[in-house]
């Protein structure tokens, strides 16, 4: 029996939104641009769930677009933006920390001249507003924040980052969401943002589902063409079963989210003590301001990759970081940014907890962590220098 401790990389479907799919997984199997009634019933399926979706972030039902998950929605949101206006400016301010559908798809824009500013953050991940503010010019199209970082946990000052940003007329504002949005509260109105990405399987949601926030009369030009869906914004077949289960899943989410949010801090802040007694760890991100499920840490003198694989052994999932950059060789940037050296930061270790996890896999975990930790960490006698390489030297 495996104790799951990767919920920031993927939940598990939950029933309420797998019973909500599965009639469009199967009856109702109509492609929702048709105008037949087999068509028509997909549509109706459809249209609900951009409606519910709407109600639950205080947007219009018109400003959000299904996408196939919040990879593509950030693609959207930024090469539709940076494109819409170039004619404008060419400067795209985002932070050191970002997830990397965000940095990689700036760099991207970075070939075709666009010019991205990357604004450093403090040791715990948080933005100073004076920094980001000087980061603006008179050449800035949008700025593109984490709401929540999805390594180490950090949330941002999301209000005073945004107000600074408003002083700076004609500059949108993108945030990513997606790590966010189980526990943090999004209304798009009291936000002040310009676009905003989900995705789905974040919060007990469909994988490969995703929804874009496009405030009302934000120009964006579609970076997918082929059809009239979305209202022409993204083209192709709308995965209707998708979209259903994803407005199912918020809609429990926000309904729950106080309760969640005391239940996995309680979990977290057990597991947190055992791990932290361990010699030589060392928690990341902010003590406080942080995700509540998510507990991230450096194990110095045990390489991070050498611990998920031993712990995976040993029946708990966990991770060293971002699912995304899982077998890159790299240590990771948001650990760098926050100032940890590199061989430090190969040392990191992501344990996310979620609403199905339960105080008795997290007494087992704690255990086995601590074991596995101390049994990868060198010897006293190993961890020395030999005496004939010193001697030479």
């Known amino acids: 029996m495996t104790i ?19 009639p469009y997984l199967t009856e109702v199997y109509g492609n929702p641009s048709s105008p037949h009634a087999v068509g028509r019933r997909a549509r109706a399926g ?3 769930a951009r409606e519910r979706m709407a109600r639950a972030l205080n947007a219009e039902p018109r400003e959000l677009i299904f996408t196939s998950g919040g990879t593509e929605s950030i693609n959207l949101a930024l090469k539709g933006v940076a494109w819409a206006g170039k004619a404008h400016g060419n400067r795209i301010v985002t932070s050191a920390v970002e997830h990397h559908g965000v940095l990689h798809t700036l760099r991207h824009l970075e070939k ?3 010019e991205i500013v990357e604004v450093p953050v403090d040791r715990y991940g ?21 709401l929540a970082n999805n390594e180490v946990g950090t949330i941002q000052p999301i209000a005073e980052l945004v107000t600074r940003i408003r002083s700076h007329p004609g500059v949108l ?22 676009l905003l990405s989900l995705a789905a399987h974040k919060f007990e949601g469909p994988k490969g589902t995703g929804l874009l926030y496009l405030r009302r009369g934000t120009i964006l030009l579609p970076q997918i063409q082929g059809g009239s869906q979305e209202r022409y914004r993204r083209a192709g077949t709308e995965d209707v079963a998708g979209a259903v289960g994803m407005a199912v899943a918020y809609e429990l989410a926000v309904a729950e989210r106080e309760k969640t949010t005391a239940y996995v801090t309680k979990l977290r802040d057990r597991l947190r003590e055992t791990v932290l007694n361990v010699l030589g760890v060392e928690l990341t991100g902010h003590p406080r301001r942080r995700l509540p499920g998510l507990l991230s840490v450096i194990v110095r003198d045990v390489d991070g990759a050498d611990l998920v694989s031993a712990l995976d052994l040993n029946g708990v999932a966990a991770s ?13 940037h948001v650990l760098t940014a926050l100032g940890y050296p590199e061989d430090e930061a190969r040392g990191s270790l992501r344990l996310s907890l979620g609403r199905t ?6 007494e087992a975990a ?3 962590i601590s074991s596995t930790i101390a049994r990868l960490r060198p010897s006293p006698a190993e961890a020395l220098p030999d005496p004939l390489e010193v001697a030479t030297t």
């Open 46 to 48: 459809l249209d609900e």
């Open 357 to 362: 996890s339960t105080a008795v896999d997290v």
């Open 366 to 368: 704690a255990s086995i």
């Open 126 to 146: 948080r933005l100073d507003a004076d920094q980001l503010d000087s980061a603006i010019n008179e050449r800035t199209i949008a700025v593109s924040l984490l």
């Open 112 to 114: 075709f001249g666009f």
């Open 173 to 194: 504002i993108h945030v990513d969401a997606v790590a966010a949005a189980p526990y943090v509260a999004l209304d798009v109105r009291a936000l002040d943002v310009d």
């Open 320 to 332: 060293v970081g971002s699912a995304c950059t899982t077998g890159s060789l790299e240590p990771s």
């Open 4 to 22: 799951y401790l990767d919920h920031a990389a993927t939940t598990p479907l939950r029933r309420e939104a797998f019973e909500a799919m599965t």
